[in-house]
């Protein structure tokens, strides 16, 4: 018994240290931890790639430009880093290089981005699940990879200035570019440099954007808008109402768009949310005379829904507003009448009551004196 012992702990013993031995063989050749002896200098691939002129033609037809900008390459992230073009390139140690399987421009890019997750790995496990990696992996080629944002060799400080960030995503958005760049939001941005207003980013993330076309997306979205615009320091700047998100869950939109986000959030739902009355790309100010809810546009954009609403419909409305002799005066008195009047009238009823009972138990004492 014992020896069987023994013997398992030996054996224990000698595969742990085969083990360790052998993963650290394994890592002595990761190229990333620990490079290999030879390694080559980026003069050496510059000797060739910076030529304007060298190209290499794929088997579609399409020519490759096989430039690279050595000044350009030593201004970026990697650069600067003092990284090796072997860094990202493990698989070329000199020339001749091995065969190219790509077929066009396009194939080469989707199958050369793998090369980013050596060391971002964690933005690559983020992004695995976006829309753009679900397009690319279900043969939509034109979605977005790493390098249509970043670039291969020139990757800097992405949202630095931070207009950069629309328009990375102009390259494949444009029409939504152009309407972002006139909205209240992106002219501040792009003409201010407002640092208080959202990029395309904000609201719908980097690595991981999402479907935005989902029930579930739809019954968040409130708290996209309401992340700032509950943010009292940055909306006094612009004195505007922080009142904007109480007030619509308060409405009769908003109170079933909340319960809907907490019981079904996947149900569709036809109920308003913050942008079918503002708009999505194009929100305006709201005297803007182009503004979805400026007085003159506001039936319109409440017909989308109630097609039957006349001119008076809008205006039976407080909207974000609690009324006020000055704001909705009408609503404010008809309001006021009823907190003066039903506390009086029950006030009064209840003293009635009151009155009449102790009546009652006064006459049942005399009475009970009398006899
Ligand atoms: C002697 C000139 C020469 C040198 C040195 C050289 N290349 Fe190339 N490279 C070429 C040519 C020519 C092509 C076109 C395709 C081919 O002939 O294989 C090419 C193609 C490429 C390609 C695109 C096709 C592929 O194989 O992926 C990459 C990437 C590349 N080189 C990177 C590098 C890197 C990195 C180095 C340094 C380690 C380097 N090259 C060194 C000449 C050179
Ligand atoms: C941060 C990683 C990285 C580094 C560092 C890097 N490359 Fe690349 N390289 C790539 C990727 C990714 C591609 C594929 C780009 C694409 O989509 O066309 C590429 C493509 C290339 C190509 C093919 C033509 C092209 O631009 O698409 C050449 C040539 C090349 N690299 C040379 C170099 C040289 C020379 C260096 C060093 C000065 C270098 N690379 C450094 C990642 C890198
Ligand atoms: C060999 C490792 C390595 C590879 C491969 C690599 N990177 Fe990097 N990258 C780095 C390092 C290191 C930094 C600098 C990190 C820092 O400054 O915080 C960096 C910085 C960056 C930055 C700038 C981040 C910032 O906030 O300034 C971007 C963008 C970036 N990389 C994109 C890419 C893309 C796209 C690829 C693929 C083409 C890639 N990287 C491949 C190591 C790598
Ligand atoms: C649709 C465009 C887009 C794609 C695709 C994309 N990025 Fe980014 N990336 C950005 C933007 C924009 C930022 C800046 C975000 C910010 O600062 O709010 C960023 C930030 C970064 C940063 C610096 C900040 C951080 O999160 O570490 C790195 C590194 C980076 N990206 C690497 C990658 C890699 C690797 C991939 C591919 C797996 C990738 N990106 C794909 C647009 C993109
Ligand atoms: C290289 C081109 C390219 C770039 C750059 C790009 N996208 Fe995309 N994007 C696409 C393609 C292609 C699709 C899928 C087709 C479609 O639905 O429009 C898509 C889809 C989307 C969708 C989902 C659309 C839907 O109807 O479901 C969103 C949201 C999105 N992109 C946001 C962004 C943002 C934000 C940026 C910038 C950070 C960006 N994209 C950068 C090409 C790009
Ligand atoms: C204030 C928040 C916000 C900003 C800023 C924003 N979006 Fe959107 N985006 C949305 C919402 C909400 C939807 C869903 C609209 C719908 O379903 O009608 C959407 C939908 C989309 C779609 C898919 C539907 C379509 O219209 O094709 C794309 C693509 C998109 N956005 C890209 C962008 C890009 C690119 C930018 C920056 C230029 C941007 N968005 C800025 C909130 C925003
Ligand atoms: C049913 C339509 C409707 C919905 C839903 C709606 N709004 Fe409004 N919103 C309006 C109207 C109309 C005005 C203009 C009120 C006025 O001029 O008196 C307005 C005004 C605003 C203002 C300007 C306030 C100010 O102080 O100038 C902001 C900000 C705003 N809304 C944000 C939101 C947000 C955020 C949501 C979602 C949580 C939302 N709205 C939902 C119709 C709507
Ligand atoms: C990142 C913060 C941020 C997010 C997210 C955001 N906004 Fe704004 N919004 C602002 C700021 C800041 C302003 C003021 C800009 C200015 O006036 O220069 C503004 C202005 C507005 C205005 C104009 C108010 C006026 O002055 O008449 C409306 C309407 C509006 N936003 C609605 C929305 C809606 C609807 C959403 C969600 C779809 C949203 N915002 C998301 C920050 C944000
Ligand atoms: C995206 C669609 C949509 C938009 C835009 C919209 N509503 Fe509604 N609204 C609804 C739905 C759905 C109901 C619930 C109707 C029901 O249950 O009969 C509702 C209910 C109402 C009610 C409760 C009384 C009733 O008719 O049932 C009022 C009042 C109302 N909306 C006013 C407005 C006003 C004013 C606007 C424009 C500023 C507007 N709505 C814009 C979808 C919308």
Redesign the pocket.
């Known amino acids: 018994m014992r020896l069987r012992w023994i013997s398992f702990g030996i054996a224990l013993l000698l595969s742990t240290t085969a083990a360790i031995l052998f993963t650290s063989v394994a890592r002595a050749s990761d190229p990333n931890d620990a490079p290999p002896p030879a390694q080559i200098e980026n003069q050496v691939c510059l000797g060739c790639h910076s030529n304007r002129n060298l190209t290499m033609k794929l088997p579609s037809g399409e020519t490759l430009s096989l430039f690279t900008d050595q000044a350009a390459f030593n201004a970026s992230a990697h650069g600067r880093q003092g990284q090796r073009c072997t860094a990202c390139h493990t698989n070329l140690t000199g020339y001749p290089h091995p065969p190219v399987t790509a077929r066009d421009v396009r194939d080469f890019s989707i199958q050369m981005y793998a090369i980013c997750r050596q060391c971002h790995d964690k933005v690559y496990q983020q992004s695995i699940d976006s829309?753009?990696a679900k397009?690319i992996a279900a043969g939509?080629r034109?979605?977005?990879?790493c390098t249509?944002?970043h670039t291969a060799h020139y990757a800097g400080k992405p949202s630095e200035p931070r207009s950069r960030?629309?328009q990375?995503?102009q390259?494949?958005?444009s029409t939504i570019y152009n309407q972002y760049r006139e909205s209240v939001h992106g002219a501040a941005l792009l003409d201010q440099s407002n640092p208080d207003v959202p990029t395309?980013?904000d609201c719908?993330g980097?690595h991981n954007?999402g479907?935005?076309?989902t029930a579930a997306f739809r019954l968040k979205s409130p708290e996209i808008c309401a992340k700032c615009h509950t943010d009292k320091a940055r909306m006094r700047k612009y004195n505007i109402s922080t009142n904007v998100m109480n007030t619509y869950v308060a409405d009769f939109h908003g109170s079933t768009i909340e319960l809907f986000e907490k019981q079904a959030p996947n149900q569709p739902t036809n109920k308003a949310v913050c942008y079918d009355c503002h708009g999505v790309h194009d929100i305006r100010q709201i005297n803007d005379p182009k503004s979805t809810v400026i007085k003159e546009n506001l039936l319109k954009t409440c017909q989308q829904c109630h097609p039957d609403a006349t001119a008076s419909f809008p205006a039976s409305w407080t909207s974000h507003f609690d009324a006020s002799p000055t704001k909705y005066p009408a609503v404010y008195y008809v309001n006021l009448f009823y907190t003066i009047f039903i506390p009086v009238i029950i006030g009064g009823m209840l003293g009635f009551v009151a009155l009449d009972f102790a009546r009652r138990l006064l006459n049942r004492f005399q009475k009970s004196g009398d006899a």
């Open positions: 829309i753009h397009d939509n034109n979605a977005a990879i249509d944002c960030i629309p990375t995503c390259k494949c958005h395309c980013v719908h980097v954007i479907d935005p076309t």
